[in-house]
């Protein structure tokens, strides 16, 4: 049973960070960018690259991410800006075109082989009958660390009350002194590190390869729009029930609805989860768990 | 007040809140054929809320509304444009892709159908008599998006005339519009209003109310507070103090 | 080579097709879909199901028409409550679900698919190849006529009313949920018979076909061709066709490695994408606004 939670609570840490920055982008410029999984992606390969050109783990991974936080800016200033002026569904589909693009260059950088970071072996650690790697722990606690980080600059910071401010009436906001623009290369800068911290987790736990992005896509839009597309921290709430859902559906005996004795769903189907809740709440809730909607006819 | 045979649109006990907020206590009101009504208050009295109701655009808490002794509150603004009531928006906006006659011509949802597929497209007479009676025949030809706002209001009424309605909704028509243009709009509504067009307009200027309505109704705080000829409405105390708070002098509300 | 010129014409008259039916939804209607392949997926194995149960190619043909239409009016139903962006992203995980589960349901021949089909035209050989490809051509060009018809009459100028400005058409008493919904049957059934097609003339039919990155590669055909043009997307999908051929070409012409042609077609999906968004929105042939007299 522990096990089983422990498997949803990594999964949940790993698509919570890519999904607040997800939401939190999208509060400000109004249009889902599919590229960040990429970044995450990004993130990762820069990491392992930096650190097989003789960086220490630790500098690897910071320069990573700052660097991942620089190209997100540079995206959103050279395509996203330009794009949103027609219709934030262009800048939906530029953004996939840019994923594509991103896919490319990892494929002919690195090809299609997995990459590891190197890391000192550690003795894995026991835990109320789970085995934990060392490596496991600390990814989930750099998650939370992060996640609780930027949960407090939006709440209790200045750049976080702008950053609300801007997200609830931009023109207002504007109008009010605040520069909309700062303000939203910040969150693009910060939501480009969140989802290179994103990547680098996942390759701290096990191996990197091109299509991660891809397969990393429909379940963090899942865990953002469970929590409102938007309502940036709730995406923590949205991935834990997509990470949970994930993991009962691979992890629970079918046998007895089926007449045998054990059976379980392939792997394979474990995303069909989350898209499925994703397409079950697109149908009944539209505007995520969280907001209470006012009834349109 | 109670419906006659006179009334064409009856509005009873209407009541709308967001979340704890009511913004519609219980309002009634009549609309009698061939009248024009005006629909009056400060900012954040209700107007708008009353007039998305009545469109369709959004759903009552309480109360009805019987166009033709037809009830429609409620019924999604498709069924309440066929039902024959037909709204315009204060910012009105127009499309960048489609000429201004492909939007008069597509105001006529009815025979717009699959079927007309098997045809070529041809424009309805009544199309260009619209865009010349609305003044819009140089710019027949452009996107619509192109015109100045003032001609986008103007555009917006001739597509909502071009449904036919038995009652046309007007929110703010004149803010924001060059006053040559607006005596144009008065104008005009005042010739269709003539061919039996009943008209529910939501304005701020008083000098459009009194040029073009034959009643009025004043909300306050989702409340009724008058229901007079324009000519008395300054004469109401609590018309005026609605709009400007106490201890105002007579004459200032017109300004 | 000449053989090869025929295939890919005859590959770009079925993507053609396709490029006109999300010319239909994005372009003309303003329907964000990223699951148009799940359409075409319909059809690919309508035409395997009847293959595999012994049935006529005509019932294939309906039944594929049949279960596109009930996909069609299920992502329609689900746009009535969604923006743009949620939809696009709802039909693009409805795509995925219906990839992995034909991928490993057993009935459906799994990873390995269903092969077999019979070849349309096999026994014209060696005239079968261009035969097919007069086939496909004439569909291609029903399927053009029936586009220009649709956006050029009443139930046209409501749909690009719906695509710029939904709420004005509401206002005017248009059925928005109802163009919806009769767009995407039409949009579904050109997919399901270019899925039809195609289906018969590879003879195989596997999840392969349904990855989204073939959505995208419909997506790049409109953009590069011309949004809301119907010819300007057919150019687009013969362009776009051509190119993604002949990057194995390049390849050997340049001894690039193998990786070289995922990488390139990527680019050229992607960056064609990219490129027209940026500089040149209206695409080669940019729609024609007001043509309709």
């Known amino acids: 049973m ?68 620089a190209l997100a800016v540079l995206f959103n200033l050279a395509i996203f800006e330009r794009l949103l002026k027609v219709e934030s569904s262009i800048a939906l589909i530029g953004s996939l075109a840019l994923s594509m693009i991103l896919s490319a260059v990892f494929l002919l950088v690195y090809g299609p082989t997995a990459y590891r970071l190197q890391l000192p072996v550690l003795a894995p650690i026991r835990l109320m009958g789970v085995r934990l790697t060392t490596w496991q722990l600390w990814t989930l606690g750099l998650s939370v660390v992060v996640l609780a980080l930027f949960a407090l600059l939006l709440l209790r910071t200045r750049l976080g009350a702008e950053m609300r401010a801007v997200a609830t009436n ?128 | 007040m109670s419906g006659t045979a006179e009334t064409l649109l009856e509005v009873r006990n209407l009541s709308r809140h967001f979340g704890a907020h009511q913004v519609l206590g219980d309002v009634s009101f009549d609309l009698r054929r061939g009248e024009i009504l005006g629909l009056l208050g400060p900012n954040g009295s209700g107007k708008s809320t009353v007039l998305n109701i009545v469109s369709g655009f959004l759903a009552a808490n309480g109360g009805s509304i019987g166009l033709n002794g037809r009830p429609i509150v409620n019924a999604g603004p498709e069924n309440v444009t066929a039902a024959g009531l037909v709204r315009t928006f204060q910012l009105p906006s127009m499309p960048r892709r ?56 103007l555009l917006s009424v001739a597509v909502a005339l071009r449904c036919r309605p038995r009652i046309l909704c007007l929110d703010e028509p004149t803010a924001g519009v060059h006053p040559n243009l607006r005596a144009e709009m008065v104008r005009i509504l005042r010739r269709y209003n003539a061919e039996g067009v009943a008209m529910l307009v939501v304005e701020h200027d008083m000098l459009f109310i009194r040029d073009l309505c034959h009643r009025c109704v004043v909300l306050d705080r989702g409340e009724i507070i008058a229901d007079c000829a324009p000519a008395s409405l300054e004469d109401n105390p609590r018309v005026v103090e609605a709009y400007l708070g106490k201890a105002v002098e007579k004459g200032k509300l017109a300004s | 080579m000449s053989d090869f010129l025929i295939h890919v014409a005859s590959i770009a008259c079925i993507y053609g097709m396709l490029a006109l039916s999300l010319n239909l939804q994005m372009g003309f209607t303003g329907l964000v879909n990223f699951g148009l392949i799940a359409l075409f997926g319909c059809g690919i194995y309508g035409a395997a199901l009847a293959h595999v149960m012994g049935w006529p190619l ?14 069609g009016l299920f992502f329609a139903r689900l746009g009535r409550r969604l923006s743009s962006d949620y939809w696009g992203i709802a039909t693009l995980s409805i795509a995925e679900v219906i990839r992995i589960t034909v991928m490993n349901e057993s009935w459906t021949g799994g990873a390995q698919g269903i092969s077999g089909l019979t070849l349309l035209f096999g026994d014209l050989r060696p005239w079968d190849g261009l035969a097919r490809l007069g086939l496909f051509a004439l569909a291609l060009f029903a399927t053009y006529l029936l586009c220009e018809k649709l956006v050029r009459s009443r139930f046209g100028l409501a749909m690009k009313l719906m695509r710029e400005e939904p709420q004005l058409a509401r206002a005017l008493g248009h059925d928005i949920n ?19 097609l195609y289906a018969h003339y590879l003879t195989f039919v596997g999840p392969d076909q349904l990855v989204s990155a073939d959505t995208f590669l419909i997506w790049s055909m409109v953009i590069v061709g011309g949004i809301a043009n119907n010819r300007g997307v057919v150019v687009g999908a013969v362009l776009m066709q051509f190119a993604m051929a002949f990057v194995p070409f390049a390849k050997d012409l340049l001894g690039l490695p193998t990786d070289f042609v995922a990488a390139a077609r990527l680019i050229l999906v992607g960056g064609g994408i990219l490129l027209f968004l940026l500089l040149k929105p209206q695409g080669l042939l940019p729609e024609r606004v007001g043509a309709g007299k």
Request: glycine share 10%.
């Open chain 3, 178 to 196: 109802g163009i919806r919904a009769r767009v995407m049957l039409i949009s579904a059934a050109i997919a399901a018979v270019a899925g039809v």
């Open chain 3, 58 to 71: 005509i019932a294939g043909l309906a039944a594929a028409l049949v279960m596109a239409g009930l996909l």
């Open chain 1, 2 to 69: 522990f096990q089983f939670f422990s498997d949803a609570l990594l999964r949940a840490a790993d698509l919570a960070l890519i999904a607040v920055a997800l939401s939190a982008v999208y509060s400000l410029i109004r249009f889902p960018n599919v590229a960040l999984v990429q970044y995450a992606v990004v993130g990762a390969f820069l990491a392992i690259s930096l650190q097989s050109a003789g960086l220490g783990l630790v500098a690897a991974a910071a320069l990573s991410t700052l660097a991942v936080g």
């Open chain 2, 98 to 153: 489609m000429t201004v006659r492909e939007v008069v011509q597509a105001g006529d949802a009815t025979t717009a159908t699959l079927a007309s597929a098997t045809r070529p497209l041809r424009f309805d007479n009544e199309v260009d008599e619209l865009i010349a009676a609305f003044n819009l025949g140089p710019v027949a030809g452009l996107p619509a998006s192109s015109l100045s706002g003032g001609q986008k209001k």
């Open chain 1, 170 to 297: 931009a023109p207002l906001a504007a109008a009010t002194g605040i520069e909309t623009r700062r303000v939203t290369n910040i969150v693009v800068f910060l939501s480009g590190m969140m989802a290179a911290i994103g990547g680098i987790t996942l390759a701290l736990r096990g191996s990197v390869s091109i299509d991660m992005g891809t397969n990393l896509l429909l379940p963090v839009f899942a865990a953002a729009i469970l929590g409102g597309l938007g309502n940036a921290l709730s995406a923590i709430v949205g991935a834990i029930v997509i990470a949970l859902a994930e993991t009962v559906i691979t992890n629970t005996n079918l046998g007895p609805l089926m007449g045998e004795a054990v059976w379980f769903l392939p792997a394979s189907y474990a995303p069909v989860a989350s898209f499925a809740i994703l397409v079950l709440f697109l149908l009944f809730r539209p505007r995520g768990l969280f907001v209470s909607e006012v009834t349109r006819v």
